[in-house]
């Protein structure tokens, strides 16, 4: 299994920032089999697609990093290779990049590998998330965690996770990120019930109930791909019988801990993109793009909503460059 040591991590890495912080590990699942996306994922992880021009699952570990989370362990499956040798050295790849001088892509290629002290770990069979979850428990240890669902593209410039982290050194226990969404797409989320701390953006989670139909939702609260969890979800999780799908669910481990009081929320309303569904994916692509400096994509979508006139403008530049 690849590890890479502090040593390895440059002065400018987003882990240095909070090395006080309580919670130092996180968890990153990344054994499903992508059958969304097939055939593109035949061969290759889903979570390896790229989202302009890294692969989706170094978004989270660079979010983890930012929020100064220096261990981190990926639940990995079968044919997931590709996401352990992401983020090891390539040696004769960074050596070829030395020797021309390009510094710009050898530092692309070397920052996965120094961005915290990363683990792997095989799920074994696909039993679900809470089973994933259960996974990391021997390095996890009884130390509070995170887990970063990768399908979840929280905006690097939101601090979602830092103020989760804060939550949790006030409250303890577990701290859930939520969201509100529509009514209608509540059928596709954990959906929590709650009740207010007195923080506007802070509430208790009294309840949670994995994909509710809309009418027996208890709100429009969706659980998001991000979760601050106390280590006596392990002992839950033990106990917690297959649910929805013949999986273990993580939702219903939390719904017990939930039932004990000792669970909260944090409402994000910030930018949250979603690479599990092919749609999503697509619109998180572009949107990122646009984020990136110079005009090139913005310019391009504009002629290209232009539709038929923005095409027929192109072929009559190219008749006259002709």
């Not at 701390?197 to 109930?209: K, M, P, Q, S």
């Not at 033990?238 to 669970?263: F, M, S, W």
């Amino acid at each position: 299994m690849p590890q890479h040591g502090a040593h390895d991590r440059p002065p400018h890495s987003p882990a240095g920032p909070a090395l006080s912080r309580t919670v130092r590990k996180a968890v990153v699942p990344a054994a499903g089999l992508g059958t969304r996306f097939l055939p593109a994922t035949k061969a290759t992880p889903k979570e390896m697609l790229p989202v302009v021009d890294k692969p989706a699952i170094q978004y989270a570990v660079e979010e983890a990093a930012a929020a100064g989370l220096d261990d981190i362990l990926v639940v990995t499956g079968r044919h997931k290779r590709a996401i352990e040798d992401h983020f090891d050295h390539a040696h004769e790849l960074e050596q070829a990049l030395a020797a021309k001088g390009d510094t710009v892509r050898l530092d692309a290629v070397r920052d996965p590998a120094r961005l915290a002290d990363i683990h792997h770990i095989r799920q074994g069979d696909p039993l679900g998330l809470g089973h994933a979850v259960l996974c990391a428990r021997r390095h996890v240890g009884d130390q509070p965690f995170v887990v970063l669902l990768g399908d979840d593209l929280i905006d690097p410039r939101e601090t979602l996770l830092s103020r989760m982290l804060d939550v949790r050194d006030r409250y303890a226990g577990s701290v859930v990120a939520l969201m509100r969404v529509d009514p209608a797409q509540i059928h596709l989320y954990g959906c929590a019930a709650v009740s207010p701390t007195g923080e506007d953006d802070v509430v208790r989670v009294t309840g949670l109930v994995e994909k509710p139909s809309r009418e027996t939702a208890p709100s429009a609260y969706a659980v998001i791909g991000r979760h601050v969890l106390d280590p006596a979800v392990f002992g839950t999780l033990e106990r917690t019988p297959p649910g929805r799908g013949g999986e273990i669910q993580l939702t219903d481990a939390l719904q017990e801990l939930a039932a004990n009081g000792t669970v909260h929320g944090v409402v994000f309303v910030g930018l949250r993109y979603d690479t599990g569904d092919r749609a999503d994916y697509l619109r998180t692509v572009v949107r990122l793009a646009c984020d990136r400096p110079g005009p090139e994509c913005v310019a391009w979508l504009k002629e290209f909503v232009a539709g038929p006139e923005g095409d027929s403008a192109r072929r009559e530049e190219g008749r006259r460059a002709a």
